[in-house]
């Protein structure tokens, strides 16, 4: 049953304009860091971890989390239309499957944009003149980084799922990433997971320790994705079955 559900969203994944944003976005915080990065190079002097200050700047805090966000609401977005959801809670379902199946989807979309932005900085460093060996922690970045990047994806298909609009929770995931920013620099980063995203991407930091330890990173992660699951669930199986 659950294969059969996986197998429905990436068919309705199957030519959709998300891959224009998947592509597209991600290229545009990798144009500005590595400008800023080239317009800076005399202070920047760690090479490629200097630049991967300056990509993640911008991505972590204000492009990543409007991408997820889109990610998020197109998902909700198929089902909302045409009032394809009376069709999802009717059928013999558990409406955790399908929510969970929605979360695994975006967390795989997810991740090949990890992948993406990995081979954007690569490209972008190259380019701004670094002949250097590339970090070995690159991959550890982004792997860590997914831990919320996951807990983001599970806020915002909640979002979605609630609020039966495309353009107003990809507006709040973007207000979300600049209220990360203002929480991190208060010391607070470890508590909202706009703010985990940056601190597992090392945003700050890239050559040091994470912001807050690892465990917390990855307990304080699991906990918005358990947390937001199980609203969803309960909100799909009171709400949705008398609004859908």
Known sequence: MFYRLMKVELIKLHRSSIWLAFIFIPIIPAIMGTYNYIQNIEILQDKWYSLWTQHTLFTCYFFMPAII??????????????????TVMTSPVPVG??????????TIILV?????????????????GL???????????LVSGLLGGMAICALQL????????????????????????????RGLGAWLPFSLYSIGMRANNPDGVLACNAEQLVINSVLYIAVFSIAAVLWMRNRDVVTG
């Open 97 to 106: 499957l399908i929510f969970v199946s929605k979360l695994l989807i975006v």
């Open 112 to 128: 090949l944009t990890h992948v993406w932005i990995g081979l954007l900085f690569i490209v972008s460093g190259r380019l701004a």
């Open 158 to 185: 909640f979002l979605s799922l609630i609020i039966r609009s495309f353009a107003v929770p990809v507006a709040a995931a973007f207000a979300g990433g600049i209220i990360g920013l203002m929480a991190f620099a």
């Open 69 to 86: 966000g889109i990610y998020c609401s197109y998902l909700m977005r198929l089902e909302h239309a045409n009032h394809n959801w009376n």
């Open 131 to 141: 002949t250097g060996p590339l970090p070995l922690k690159l991959v550890e970045w």
